[in-house]
């Protein structure tokens, strides 16, 4: 019969240290995961900020902006200049409590410049764009 003692082969330091590493590793490891889970809308909402804020993006409520809304349209189809200048641009900039100044591109893009350039322009200093699509405007 062999004699077998269990003190000799187990170092009790080595072991307790082992435990105690696996332990905490399973013991985070589960926390994280389930906070992910928890806080996976507030966490990415924080991590895009953060994003933005390295990246330097800037409010679309700056001093910059001189329009509230650049709406872009079919110029070409009668009717629907008619029905954006004479009702939809009532309805936003003429009626109601708040007047809200508009981009044209009818009305405001100075003649002689580049369209790409009128529509960057427009687009940079709106808060908003609006697209009448229409099929027509749409090929």
């Not at 889970?37 to 990415?44: A, G, Q, R």
């Not at 939809?88 to 508009?102: D, I, N, Q, S, T």
Request: hydrophobic letters at 40%; a neutral charge; aromatic letters at 14%.
């Amino acid at each position: 019969m062999i004699y077998f003692e269990f003190d000799q082969c187990v170092n009790n330091t080595l072991a307790l240290l082992i435990s105690i590493l696996t332990t905490t590793f399973i013991v985070v490891t589960t926390s994280m995961a389930t906070v992910a889970h928890i806080f996976y809308w507030d966490t990415s909402y924080v991590l895009h900020y953060l994003k933005a804020k390295l990246k330097g993006y800037r409010s679309s409520a700056s001093q910059d902006n001189v329009y509230k809304v650049f709406i872009t349209y079919d110029t070409k189809d009668p009717w629907v200049s008619e029905r954006v200048l004479e009702t939809l641009r009532v309805k936003l900039e003429v009626e109601g409590e708040k007047a809200f100044p508009l981009s044209l591109e009818e009305r405001d893009w100075p003649l002689g410049v580049p369209a790409i350039d009128n529509l960057t322009q427009s687009i940079r200093y709106s808060i908003k764009t609006l697209f009448v699509r229409t099929k027509a405007y749409a090929k």
